[in-house]
C-alpha cells in the first residue's frame, strides 16, 4: 500500500463521508426520538398501521407491527432503510468510482507514471474504502445505541444490537466489493453511480417481494438482504455462521476478482 495515495484518498472522501455519516445519525436519532412519542399513542398509531396493506409495510421492513413496541424492534425496522439500504448505497457508489474516476477525470496516466504498481494503487483506494465504511458503521451504531438508551422504557438486548450492527457492516463490504468489481469491468471511462444505486434498490425490491409473495419466496436469496437477520426481539437470535460465510466468502471473491481484472485492465488515460 502506497501512504501518500492513502491519505490523498482519505482527504477525498473524507466529505461525503461526513455529509453521509450526519444525514444518517440524523435519520436514526430523529427516528429514535419518536418511540417515547409512538409508546404514548400507541393504540392510535397501531391501528393506523393495521389499515395499511402488508405489502408497504414489509417494503419498510415491517413483518410484524408488534415488533414496533420493542425499542430495539423499533430501531431494527427503521435501520433497514437508514443502514441497510442507504449504507448499501453509500458503500457501492464509494467503491465503484475510487478507481474509475481517475479514468474519467482523465488523471489515470498522472497517477499511473508515478513509481506506484497497479497492485498499489488498488490495495491503497481498497483500504481507503474498507476504512470510510467501517467508520460509517461505528459512528451510526453509537449514535443508535445512544439513542435507545435515551429512549427506552426498559432493557434490551446488547447482543442483539451487536449482532445487527455487524450484520449491517458485512451486507455494507459485500456491496462495496461489488462496486470494485463492475469498476473493472466498465470499459469506457463513465460514472456508474446511477446504476449501483439501481442495483441496490432493486435486490431490496426483490428482497422484498419475495418476503411478502410465497410463490416466489425463493428468488430472496438472490439478494444479500436475504442473509440479513434483522428479527432481533427473537429469543433465540444469533449471529447465524452460514450468513457471516455467505458474506465474507462472495466479499473476498468480489475482491479477487477485481483485484485481477484491474492489474490487466486498460486503463483508459
Do not use: H
Not at 14 to 23: E, F, K, N, Y
Not at 108 to 114: D, K, Q, V
Amino acid at each position: 500500500m502506497n501512504y501518500n495515495l492513502f491519505a490523498r484518498e482519505m482527504r477525498r472522501n473524507a466529505t461525503s463521508l461526513i455529509i453521509w455519516t450526519i444525514i444518517l445519525t440524523l435519520f436514526i436519532a430523529g427516528t429514535m426520538a419518536i418511540y417515547p412519542v409512538f409508546l404514548n399513542n400507541q393504540s392510535k398509531i397501531m391501528g393506523m398501521l393495521s389499515i395499511i396493506p402488508a405489502e408497504a409495510l414489509e417494503f419498510k421492513g415491517i413483518s410484524n407491527i408488534g415488533d414496533l413496541l420493542s425499542v430495539l424492534g423499533f430501531y431494527a425496522v427503521n435501520n433497514i432503510i437508514y443502514m441497510l439500504v442507504l449504507g448499501s448505497v453509500y458503500s457501492i457508489v464509494l467503491s465503484s468510482n475510487i478507481l474509475l474516476k481517475e479514468e474519467y477525470n482523465l488523471t489515470a496516466e498522472y497517477l499511473l507514471t508515478r513509481p506506484l504498481t497497479r497492485s498499489e494503487v488498488f490495495r491503497s483506494k481498497l483500504s481507503v474504502i474498507f476504512i470510510n465504511i467501517i467508520v460509517l458503521n461505528l459512528v451510526t451504531s453509537i449514535v443508535g445505541f445512544v439513542s435507545i438508551e435515551l429512549v427506552k422504557k426498559g432493557s434490551f438486548s446488547v447482543n442483539a444490537f451487536l449482532i445487527l450492527s455487524l450484520y449491517t457492516l458485512l451486507l455494507n463490504m459485500v456491496f462495496a466489493a461489488a462496486g470494485m468489481l463492475f469498476s473493472t469491468v466498465v470499459k469506457r471511462p463513465k460514472p456508474v453511480t446511477t446504476f449501483c444505486i439501481g442495483l441496490v434498490i432493486i435486490l431490496y425490491f426483490v428482497f422484498t417481494i419475495s418476503k411478502i409473495t410465497e410463490n416466489v419466496a425463493k428468488i430472496g436469496y438472490l439478494t444479500p438482504f436475504k442473509f440479513v437477520d434483522t428479527n432481533v426481539i427473537d429469543p433465540a437470535y444469533r449471529l447465524d455462521p452460514v450468513n457471516v460465510v455467505y458474506f465474507i466468502g462472495f466479499t473476498l471473491f468480489f475482491l479477487v476478482l477485481s483485484y485481477r481484472l484491474y492489474l490487466r485492465k486498460d486503463i483508459y488515460t
